[in-house]
């Protein structure tokens, strides 16, 4: 198969960030995708209608003229946050989901949740009106091994949360393990997960041998390679519990590049090329328009988009290895293998 049209398809874990950094990456993201669901975890973080409102705003001014992107807005959940608040930005339509960090556990992460009893009321409301929670699934006691952490939070927070409030509908967020996968079968309608480009491609290896890289350290640290194999397994299966959330997370490379540098990577730019080669590998093309494009929608009760992106097999295809922004570079990711499918 030389050439593969899909319908347009959607990131449901994108970081746009806001200022110059904003300007510079929502174009690389409007490019390709129809719609991305936002992560609010900006400083200060996106916690009330009103700032997920300007927010949408300010992302929209950032788009370049004529682009046909949506953004696809969250809430930041603290332990104050006003119930009433949440079910009028969603039931006016502003907002999709709501975004749980516990607190401590990532980028920007420090009003996040603590107690999780302190937001009982809250997800009780996101059950009754049925607004999804986006979960960043990991624990952060210091005794809990980071590469573990997926698997520990699993078990001790969101399988008991999810049983005290079963109808609340879950993303679990850039899933990096086995254990992620098999829990996410379990949930039908009311679970999802989403699975990053860059975790499909790179097990630890990619930023510990050879020296350190840290433009492959992101949160959830990749782990070893059968969890790898795992998420490539559940990617490509078909199955509708899992769809893409490339997790792109820009940083400036100064902070990238740095004796305590930050989590992520930024793969908006070449995501699609490198899910067309990733597919094409496991002999499962006729999958990735489910997995890109269709699996999200149908999680989040959307239509599919109707508009179709085509990608055409041919040499090599380069990307640029770093996008300015008015503060500085920030590296894309490089998936560290040839790449040959084009966005035509
Ligand atoms: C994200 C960021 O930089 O905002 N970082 C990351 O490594 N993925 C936060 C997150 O999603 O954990
Ligand atoms: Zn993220």
Not at 146 to 175: G, S
Not at 247 to 271: I, M, Q, R, V, Y
Not at 317 to 338: H, L, N, R, W
Request: overall charge negative; aromatic content about 6%; glycine content about 6%.
């Amino acid at each position: 198969m030389q050439q593969i049209t899909i319908r347009r398809p959607d990131d449901w874990h994108l970081h746009l960030r806001d200022g110059a950094m904003l300007n510079a990456v929502a174009p690389e993201t409007a490019r390709h995708f129809g719609r991305a669901i936002i992560m609010p975890n900006l400083v200060p973080p996106v916690v009330t209608g009103d700032q997920a409102a300007a927010y949408r705003d300010r992302i929209l001014a950032a788009l370049p003229e004529g682009a046909e992107f949506e953004p696809l807005m969250t809430l930041y959940l603290t332990e104050d946050t006003d119930p009433d608040d949440l079910a009028r930005a969603h039931a006016d339509g502003l907002i999709k989901a709501v975004k749980l960090y516990p607190a401590g556990a990532t980028t920007n992460s420090a009003s996040g949740v603590r107690d999780f009893d302190k937001v009982r009321p809250v997800l009780e409301k996101m059950a009754e009106i049925g607004c999804p929670m986006c979960v960043h699934g990991e624990v952060v006691d210091d005794d809990i091994d980071i590469f573990d952490r997926e698997a520990v939070f699993i078990d001790r927070v969101l399988d008991p949360l999810r049983q005290k409030t079963p109808d609340l509908r879950v993303v679990m967020e850039h899933i990096t393990t086995k254990q992620g996968v098999d829990y996410a079968a379990t949930g039908g309608d009311a679970l999802g997960a989403t699975i990053t480009t860059h975790h499909l491609v790179i097990n630890r290896n990619a930023i510990l041998v050879g020296g350190i890289k840290p433009h492959y350290y992101c949160l959830p640290v990749a782990k070893r390679e059968e969890h790898r194999l795992a998420l490539r397994a559940a990617a490509t299966s078909g199955d509708s519990s899992y769809f893409l959330g490339t997790d792109s997370a820009p940083h400036l490379d100064e902070a990238k590049l740095s004796p305590c540098g930050c989590a992520g990577c930024f793969t908006a730019t070449n995501t699609m090329s490198i899910l067309a080669e990733v597919f094409e590998q496991d002999n499962a093309l006729d999958k990735l328009e489910g997995f890109a494009s269709l699996h999200g929608p149908k999680f989040y009760g959307l239509a599919a988009n109707e508009a179709t992106l085509t990608l055409t097999k041919g040499d090599a295809v380069s990307y640029p290895t770093e996008i300015k922004t008015a503060e500085g570079p920030v590296t894309v990711f490089d998936p560290m293998m040839p790449l040959h499918w084009q966005v035509s």
